[in-house]
């Protein structure tokens, strides 16, 4: 079991930064695929990011709508992850939750293959 905790997120300006943190309990964090998907107001929960594990071990996938701007990373002795979040726009506001799972694959882009998540963060973009 892994439980994952992610501190506030917050109000930012257009154009301004933000890094979101997740921490995951248990040992075997560095077995995990990591992914931060995110729910805005009416709309469906969607993908964000992914760090994979295993053959792909680290690599890092991103939705087009974010790609260039976030970065995903991971710190296995701190059993976080990341998700640094720069040139915000208004429509990056949401809820971003963290999600892990041991047998993330080609479908790491689903959030129905993600058996744990966070609590959800907020995350406001003033235009």
């Known amino acids: 079991q892994v439980q994952l905790v992610e501190p506030g997120g917050g109000l930012v300006q257009a154009g301004g930064s933000l890094r979101l943190s997740c921490a995951a309990s248990?040992?075997?964090?560095?077995?995990?695929?990591m992914g931060w998907f995110r729910q805005a107001p009416g709309k469906e929960r969607e993908f964000v990011a992914a760090i994979t594990i295993g053959w792909s071990r680290g690599s890092t996938y991103y939705a087009d709508s974010v790609k260039g701007r976030f970065t995903i990373s991971r710190d296995n002795a701190k059993n976080t992850v990341y998700l640094q979040m720069n040139s915000l726009k208004p429509e990056d506001t949401a809820i971003y939750y963290c999600a892990a799972d041991p047998s993330i694959g080609t479908d790491y882009n689903t959030d129905g293959a993600y058996d744990y998540w966070g609590q959800g963060t907020q995350v406001t973009v003033s235009s």
């Open positions: 248990g040992r075997t964090f560095s077995s995990y695929a």
